[in-house]
T-cell receptor, first 116, second 115 residues
C-alpha cells in the first residue's frame, strides 16, 4: 500500500514568509509525528498527534511553529515569519497506535525547506 | 531525559567485510531501542528494534544488534556488507513510560561500502 507522503518535496522561501508543509499518513494510522532534521544531525521531535488532537507539542521550538490535523488524517505544519535557521528537512511519520513501541513509526521522504 | 551518541560519523568499509556501527544511550528509565536506515532521497526505514527478551536482535538485510544494558549500548553489526548498504544509519531510543511517544535520535553514521 501507499506509504507516508509529504508535499512539497522541496520548498524555497524568503526570510519572513509563511510556509505550510503537508503530510499524508498511511491510511488507518491514528498517530502522526513531525520531526525536523538539520544538516548533519539526527531527526528531532517536534509534535505528535493522536487522532485530531496534539497530544504532545513539547518539541516545537517557538510560537512561530504550529501544526494541525483537523480530520485525524492529513496534517499541516505551519511556520510563520520564517528564519534562515528554520532551513532543514521536515519529516513526518505515522503509526497504528502510539501506546506501545511495537507499533513502528513509518517515515515519509521529507520536505526540504530552504529559507533564503 | 534521554540522549543517544553515535561516536562514528563516517565508517568506510570494503565490500564483503564486516562492519559495526556503535550506539550508546543515556536514560534514567528503561528504553526501547531502534536502528533506522536512510537511503539518499528516501525516508527512514526501520532496520530492527529491541523491546524486551533476547538481547540479540535480528533485522532486515542481514543486520543484527545486541542490547547491552550494563554498557548502555546497542551496536549494529553485519558480517558481510554489500554496496547497497551504503546509507546513513540512525540509532534511536524511546522510553517505556506511558505517554512517551517520540523517538530520540543520534546524529547518524554514514556507512560507505567501497568496491
Amino acid at each position: 500500500g501507499a506509504g507516508v507522503s509529504q508535499t512539497p518535496s522541496n520548498k524555497v522561501t524568503e526570510k519572513g514568509k509563511y510556509v505550510e508543509l503537508r503530510c499524508d499518513p498511511i491510511s488507518g494510522h491514528t498517530a502522526l509525528y513531525w520531526y525536523r532534521q538539520s544538516l548533519g544531525q539526527g531527526p528531532e521531535f517536534l509534535i505528535y498527534f493522536q487522532g485530531t488532537g496534539a497530544a504532545d507539542d513539547s518539541g516545537l521550538p517557538n510560537d512561530r511553529f504550529f501544526a494541525v490535523r483537523p480530520e485525524g488524517s492529513v496534517s499541516t505544519l505551519k511556520i510563520q515569519r520564517t528564519e534562515r535557521g528554520d532551513s532543514a528537512v521536515y519529516l513526518c511519520a505515522s503509526s497504528l497506535n502510539s501506546g506501545t513501541a511495537t507499533y513502528e513509526q513509518y517515515f515519509g521522504p521529507g520536505t526540504r525547506l530552504t529559507v533564503t | 531525559a534521554q540522549s543517544v551518541t553515535q561516536l562514528d560519523s563516517q565508517v568506510p568499509v570494503f565490500e564483503e567485510a564486516p562492519v559495526e556501527l556503535r550506539c550508546n544511550y543515556s536514560s534514567s528509565v528503561s528504553v526501547y531501542l531502534f536502528w533506522y536506515v536512510q537511503y539518499p532521497n528516501q525516508g527512514l526505514q526501520l532496520l530492527l528494534k529491541y523491546l524486551s527478551g533476547s538481547t540479540l536482535v535480528k533485522g532486515i538485510n542481514g543486520f543484527e544488534a545486541e542490547f547491552n544494558k550494563s554498557q548502555t549500548s546497542f551496536h549494529l553489526r553485519k558480517p558481510s556488507v554489500h554496496i547497497s548498504d551504503t546509507a546513513e544509519y540512525f540509532c534511536a531510543v524511546r522510553t517505556d513510560q506511558t505517554g512517551a511517544n517520540n523517538l530520540f535520535f543520534g546524529t547518524g553514521t554514514r556507512l560507505t561500502v567501497i568496491p
